[in-house]
């Protein structure tokens, strides 16, 4: 099955009681039993298992090319699920600037239960190897990054995992499953905030898990029917709706890209722009490799704080919010919105400026997003 095709019949897909060829809504929390420990269809208790988050699951499943998927209430409760595989005393390291939520997790909460964690460019496969200590048990990789789009090679990051014993685990949310499977490189677990891209509608809020073999799959279920982080049917259900025009939509998001990407290196307001489709960005080569498109997440930096919000106030189609991936464009300035819980001298260090502008392109009329681009920098 190809992409666009796995995306709508991939997974459960409607309802074999009535024939209805979109999944029904589980709106349920327990189910009858035929006498004690009878279960009709294996269902007990919904935060164990519910059918509509199960045929999610599947879907995502199927689409990230694992052994078995998981939905959970948010991409930070995904992740946080997952760093639960480990114990007091483990090590995981991770890309540099990866989502803020994600460092804030690991450096705030999960630290404060013996789960350490340290952050070097994953871009650079030595500085990987370099991180790695007797305690470390993972090697968490976003790529590429949020917001200067640094690429990993998921590839030579995997053998290093391998070589040393270690899980690797990948954030899939910028390039989503239409354009990258980190499986097929060798990741151990994918997860996604499906919260952006595969909701893609803003409206709903949501996490996923995928990964590549049975006894992961076993501990990871153990973790989510403990610990409860579960999506709920709805929410199921939306994203479901959404995913089944991931293919379409992302054609369309890169597409747009394309004109923005063109504008902004040749307007003088614009000092650098980035993306892993510019043939001299650092990570142009990797992405090409790993990747099938190079998404629609672009930075560019304007030079100073009061430039980009100069820029801020006078664009119309570019909503002014956190998030991303959805068929609207939004801009936002990550150091004072996404990575504000970052500190201001890690932020310089990473190369996130005050000037840094970051936007999500949509769906729009690429040439109305142009045209309202260019005034606001002009
Ligand atoms: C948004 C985001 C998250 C967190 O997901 P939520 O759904 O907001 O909890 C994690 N990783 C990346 C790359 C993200 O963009």
Redesign the pocket.
């Known amino acids: 099955m190809r992409k666009k095709t796995q995306m709508i019949h991939g997974g459960i897909v409607g309802d074999e009681q009535t024939g209805a060829v979109s999944t029904p809504i589980y709106q349920v929390s327990t189910y009858k039993q035929d006498g004690i420990g009878g279960l009709r269809q294996g269902y007990e208790y919904s935060r164990t298992g519910n059918p509509t988050r199960h045929a999610l699951e599947e879907l995502i499943k199927d689409v990230e090319n694992g052994v078995r998927g998981f939905a959970f209430g948010?991409?930070?409760a995904a992740?946080t699920s997952t760093m639960m595989l480990f114990n007091s005393g483990d090590h995981v390291v991770f890309t540099d600037d990866v989502?803020g939520?994600?460092y804030r997790v690991m450096t705030s909460v999960l630290n404060r239960l013996g789960i350490s964690s340290t952050f070097v460019d994953t871009s650079n496969v030595e500085e990987t190897k370099a991180a790695i200590q007797d305690n470390t048990r993972a090697i968490f990789v976003?790529t590429p990054t949020?917001p200067l789009l640094k690429v990993t090679d998921i590839q030579a990051t995997a053998d290093v995992a391998k070589a040393n014993d270690l899980l690797l685990i990948v954030?899939n949310?910028?390039t989503t499953p239409y354009f990258q499977n980190p499986i097929d490189h060798g990741a151990d677990i994918v997860l996604h905030?499906a919260?952006?891209y595969l909701g893609g509608h803003s409206d709903v809020?949501?996490?996923l898990v995928v990964v590549n073999n049975d006894q992961l799959g076993e501990d990871l279920h153990f973790i989510q029917n403990s610990s409860g982080a579960i999506l709920g049917p709805q929410d199921s259900w939306l994203l479901m709706r959404g995913m089944k025009t991931l293919g379409i939509r992302m054609e369309e998001h890169e597409e747009n890209t394309k004109s923005v990407i063109e504008l902004l290196q040749q307007h003088p307001t614009v000092e650098k722009v980035f993306y892993p489709g510019i043939s001299s960005h650092a990570g142009h080569d990797v992405a090409q490799k790993q990747s099938n498109g190079f998404g629609a997440m672009v930075s560019f930096d304007v030079g100073s704080a009061e430039k980009a919000d100069e820029v801020l106030s006078k664009v119309r189609y570019f909503t002014l919010a956190e998030s991303?991936g959805a068929v609207e464009s939004l801009i936002s300035v990550p150091a004072r919105m996404t990575h504000a819980s970052i500190p201001h001298d890690r932020r310089l260090e990473l190369g996130i400026s005050d000037g840094l502008i970051r936007i999500s392109v949509g769906i729009e009329d690429a040439e109305d997003l142009v045209e309202d681009l260019k005034h606001a920098l002009d």
Do not use: H, Q
Request: hydrophobic share 30%; net charge negative; aromatic share 10%.
């Open positions: 948010s991409g930070m992740i989502y939520g994600t976003e949020n954030d949310t910028f905030s919260t952006k809020v949501a996490g991303l």
